[in-house]
Nanobody
Framework: EVQLVESGGGLVQAGGSLRLSCAAS????????IGWFRRAPGKEREGVSC????????DYADSVKGRFTISSDNAKNAVYLQMNSLKPEDTAVYYC?????????????????WGQGTQVTVSS
């Protein structure tokens, strides 16, 4: 059974940092790309970042470039999203997802499996 489990969300003040984790199981991790998406209240889902497990290729949404960093630990089947300089507009439920396509992209249609999400709230 494919599982993607996010953790690390929480409440942080503007300018602060959080590190999200995505633990993957039930599929061959090296064959997939992992993406991070978010959905803010009243807004559409937005692709944030992705990493191709096989070669480490990454991509970022313009809104997070320079502030967020994605990384992976293939030995642990895990992907991380380091979020720095957080802004109130980063408040959302963050999801990780898995895609067979490479190189990775931040379009939701590319992704086959999804986690349940973790809440990130940034206070002003």
């Amino acid at each position: 059974e494919v599982q993607l489990v996010e953790s690390g969300g929480g409440l942080v003040q503007a300018g602060g940092s959080l590190r999200l984790s995505c633990a993957a199981s039930g599929f061959t991790f090296d064959d997939y790309a992992i993406g991070w998406f978010r959905r803010a209240p009243g807004k559409e889902r937005e692709g944030v970042s992705c990493i191709t497990s096989s070669d480490g290729n990454t991509d970022y949404a313009d809104s997070v470039k320079g502030r967020f960093t994605i990384s992976s630990d293939n030995a642990k089947n895990a992907v991380y999203l380091q979020m720095n300089s957080l802004k109130p507009e980063d408040t959302a439920v963050y999801y990780c997802a898995a895609s067979r396509l490479a190189p990775c992209g931040v379009a939701a249609w590319e992704y086959d499996y999804w986690g349940q999400g973790t809440q990130v709230t940034v206070s002003s």
